[in-house]
Nanobody, 124 residues
Framework: QVKFVESGGGLVQPGGSLRLSCVVS????????IGWFRQAPGEEREDVSC????????DYADSVKGRFTISRDNAKSTVYLQMTRLKPEDTGVYYC?????????????????WGQGTQVTVSS
């Protein structure tokens, strides 16, 4: 059974930092690129970053470039999103997905399941 478990979100003040984690199971992480995307209430999905299967290439949306860093540890079946200098517009539920990178967007493989996401709220 394929599972994605996102964690690490929380409430943080503008300018603060968070590190999100995505732990996967049920498939070999090293075979897939991984992307993070977010969704705010009433808004469409916004892709923020994507990293290649072996971590050689990582791309970012302009809105997060220079502030977010994606990384992966295939041995731990985990992908991370380090977020710094957070802004209120970064607020949303963050999800990870496995598939193919198209620049900074993820084209997910349909595993038939999604994680529950992790809530990030940036507010003073």
């Amino acid at each position: 059974q394929v599972k994605f478990v996102e964690s690490g979100g929380g409430l943080v003040q503008p300018g603060g930092s968070l590190r999100l984690s995505c732990v996967v199971s049920g498939f070999r992480l090293e075979h897939y690129a991984i992307g993070w995307f977010r969704q705010a209430p009433g808004e469409e999905r916004e892709d923020v970053s994507c990293i290649s299967s072996v971590g050689v290439r990582a791309d970012y949306a302009d809105s997060v470039k220079g502030r977010f860093t994606i990384s992966r540890d295939n041995a731990k079946s985990t992908v991370y999103l380090q977020m710094t200098r957070l802004k209120p517009e970064d607020t949303g539920v963050y999800y990870c997905a496995a598939g193919l990178c198209r620049d900074f967007t993820i084209v997910p493989r349909d595993f038939g399941s999604w994680g529950q996401g992790t809530q990030v709220t940036v507010s003073s």
